[in-house]
């Protein structure tokens, strides 16, 4: 039986070899019209004219065909004429010729052409038809009745193979299903699905609305002969032209063969443009195994007048967009969206994670609005390693409209060389987000973009070259897992665009960061490191902890706590902003002793300082040394907790606003220890204000305009009175004593000044 077999292989490849010379030599003995067909489903009759011209006449909406080959000849014609668009005609070849289109093929309705030895559409023919299924995967007559669209690979059979040169059109939809697919013509399906699926097992679901789904339930484990008899590399290769303007295009492949280098491959050019508010939809899918790779174009535009972008995914373990790829989901009054190799982090469940993803030098992915309208969302992701060297373009519209959204990350390694533009003319900047395990950024980044290899391993710390974060024209936002060192100094020029930098532990800055007049917000897991400047001109700057912990400012040390932030006055002397905040909503505690003057000197306006992780947090002064000062221009702080002033504090410029029980729970006094003075030394009016549940003033307020309190005052830890809410200190006697005299004046003044 095993020799049997193997003398079955062989005759069969011998007589695909025969068959290919046959066919390569003298077309004209093997290409007719389709011959021998006998209706097994349905009423209609079969007429040939003998003038090269054959006629499907369907009477019902479904019929079934069996055929012995089905092939057109050059000036030759078949033609199926059937009650209505729905109307489907399912044409089995039970021969063992495969079909050659080099004629016309025409139908008003639906017509399924499947042939287990492989389907060659010439460049001469022309298909058009309201919608084709063409594959070399087999469908029951009974599942074709029970519309259940169920193509599977016959296991006595080769793997069959695809080839389109020539053109076809459908009013509707194209599928071309088999474990080898390759397009060099023309598919046109306006308005519907033009698709192209390669797996052993595929389901066809009709959704409605001119769209088709596929499922592929099976991949292609063997090896695919094209019709020259050679493996094919590619599982499914475009080089020709797709086109779906207002619908969709999809090509999807599963596959576990060893010896496939691409299982989808894009070469030519993909197009689903907006059409009358009806946006297009391109979608590459490689499933879990093999590289889905674009050097070609994927044109899911609008740039017609009110047009919105389209959609574009390019999706598979290992995903490149290669040289003079080009993904355009740009649209008129907004851009689209684009995802190569995932979706946002990578946590959309729905969108499949590439392991792997590549972006050559010269691949341009735009999503841009031309005119008026945001930018749109641009991903490139990957779970382990993205090398990102092209160009994202997702501006505002040149009318009108903020920069879009784009993030490239590696999950485990980012080589990122590319540039990124997410300006805004008139409306806000959009963001660009980089988000990998560990961040260093340096003068010329990683490797040079050149020669490297698409899918290597890592190459262990990310490094990015500062100069490309300034080409984003746009927000500037680096995620770590681990650590961000900044070894080179970045310097956004673009007015207003934020820089943002978080760290699950360590964010150090060795080099100069700074924005002109951005925000700047660092945000560190543990510890922060500033030995560079940080300068966000007229913009404010924030730090404050990832996930919860302790700040120790000045001299201050964390008491019990082991500190995850330590700002020193130097440290703090490094900053030049207009505000500050220390601290947020995942702050546990922050401790503050000794700060000079000239630490917060480079700080127009006011310190903010908040502990307000949970209801039990603090803000400590007075953990440094005995006798230590703290000096600010203006100071806020806010406590969930209990706020306590422990040593002196002096007051620049501006006011001071101190808020314990900041999340009005009832639980958070304010304390102004004994023997401690809070100073306002500034020359213009400045106000003091004490919020909390309870007010304990047991030290001395100099210099202020107006003292406000918002709770119950406390002059000491065993006195109360809560009818008084404010103190007669010795500063304000004077004025005191002048209100009394006025009113005994206006008291006994009528009585001639006598008591």
Not at 159 to 182: H, K, M, Q, W
Not at 305 to 330: C, F, P
Not at 385 to 396: A, E, H, K, Q
């Amino acid at each position: 039986m095993k020799i049997a077999a193997e003398v079955s292989g062989c005759l069969r490849e011998l007589l695909v070899v025969i068959l290919v010379f046959v066919i390569g030599v003298f077309p004209g003995l093997v290409y007719a019209l389709p011959q021998d067909g006998k209706i097994v489903s349905g009423a209609g009759t079969i007429s040939n004219d003998g003038a090269g011209n054959l006629t499907v006449n369907q009477a019902s909406d479904k019929i079934a065909i069996d055929w012995q080959s089905f092939s057109i000849g050059n000036n030759e014609s078949v033609m199926f004429l059937q009650p209505s668009a729905s109307a489907s005609a399912l044409n089995n070849v039970i021969g063992s010729l495969g079909s050659v289109i080099w004629g016309t093929l025409n139908a008003n309705g639906q017509v399924i052409l499947t042939n287990p030895n492989g389907i060659h559409i010439s460049p001469t023919a022309n298909i058009d038809v309201g919608s084709l299924i063409s594959s070399t995967l087999n469908i029951s007559t009974q599942d074709f009745v029970n519309n259940l669209y169920r193509f599977a690979q016959n296991p006595d059979q080769p793997l069959g193979y695809i080839l389109n040169e020539g053109t076809i059109r459908a009013s509707d939809f194209v599928a071309l299903i088999a474990p080898g697919v390759e397009n060099k013509g023309v598919v046109v399906a306006n308005l519907g699905t033009a698709s192209v699926v390669a797996g052993e097992e595929v389901t066809v679901d009709f959704v409605g609305d001119e769209l088709i789904n596929f499922s592929i339930t099976k991949a292609v484990a063997g090896t695919v002969l094209d019709r020259e008899g050679n493996p094919i590399s590619d599982q499914i290769s475009n080089s020709g032209a797709i086109q779906a303007n207002g619908g969709q295009v999809l090509l999807s492949a599963l596959s576990t063969s060893e010896i496939i280098k691409n299982v989808v491959n894009n070469e030519g050019m993909i197009e689903a443009n907006t059409v009358v508010e009806k946006d297009g939809k391109i979608m590459l899918m490689g499933g879990n195994q093999g590289v889905v790779r674009v050097s070609g174009t994927l044109d899911a535009s609008g740039d017609d007048s009110g047009e919105q972008g389209g959609t574009a995914h390019v999706l598979g373990e290992k995903v490149a967009l290669g040289e003079g790829s080009l993904v355009d989901v740009s649209g008129d009054v907004g851009g689209g969206e684009a995802l190569i190799g995932g979706d946002y982090q990578g946590g959309n469940a729905l969108v499949q994670n590439a392991w792997r993803t590549y972006v050559d030098k010269s691949a341009v992915i735009n999503a841009s609005a031309p005119t008026r309208g945001d930018g749109g969302k641009v991903i490139v992701w990957a779970d382990d390693v993205t090398r990102f060297y092209g160009s994202i373009n997702s501006s505002g519209g040149t009318t009108g409209g903020d920069g879009g959204f784009a993030e490239v990350s590696g999950k485990n390694f980012l080589d990122y060389q590319g540039i990124s533009n997410l300006s805004s003319r008139y409306g806000s900047l959009g963001t660009l987000l980089l988000d990998p395990l560990f961040v260093i950024v340096e003068d010329g980044g990683s490797a040079a973009a050149t020669a490297v290899d698409e899918f290597g391993d890592s190459g262990g710390t990310v490094s990015i070259d500062a100069a490309t974060l300034d080409d984003v024209e746009g927000n500037v936002t680096i995620q770590a897992n681990v650590d961000i060192t900044v070894s080179e100094a970045i310097a956004l020029s673009t007015s207003g665009a934020t820089l943002t930098l978080t760290a699950k532990d360590d964010i150090i800055l060795n080099s100069n960061i700074s924005t002109t007049n951005g925000a700047i917000n660092l945000t560190p897991g543990d510890d922060l490191t500033l030995t560079g400047t940080v300068n966000s001109g007229s913009a404010a700057t924030t730090i404050q902890m990832r996930n919860g912990g302790y700040i120790a400012l000045g001299t201050g040390d964390c008491d019990t706590h082991t500190c995850d932030v330590t700002l020193n006055s130097a440290a703090l002397a490094q900053i030049t902003s207009t505000g500050l905040t220390i601290g947020g909503s995942n702050t546990h505690h922050v401790y503050i002793g000794g700060v000079t003057e000239a630490a917060t000197n480079n700080v127009s306006g006011t310190v903010t300082i908040n502990a307000t992780k949970r209801s039990s947090s603090d803000i400590i002064f007075g953990t440094g040394a005995s006798g230590d000062t703290a000096y600010f221009k203006a100071l806020t702080t806010n406590s969930n907790d209990n706020t306590t002033l422990g040593h002196d504090i002096i007051i620049t410029a501006g006011d001071y606003i101190g808020t314990a029980d900041a999340d009005g729970n009832g639980d958070g006094n304010l304390t102004l220890e004994s023997g401690i003075t809070l100073t306002m030394s500034g020359s213009g009016d400045q106000d003091v204000t004490f919020k909390g549940t309870n007010i304990y003033e047991l030290g001395t307020i100099s210099g202020e305009a107006t003292y406000t309190t918002n709770g119950t005052v406390l002059y000491s830890t065993g006195e109360t009175n809560s009818n008084v809410q404010i103190l007669i200190r010795t500063a304000e006697s004077s004025l005191f004593m002048q209100e009394v005299e006025s009113i005994m004046t206006e008291v006994v003044g009528a009585e001639g000044g006598n008591c």
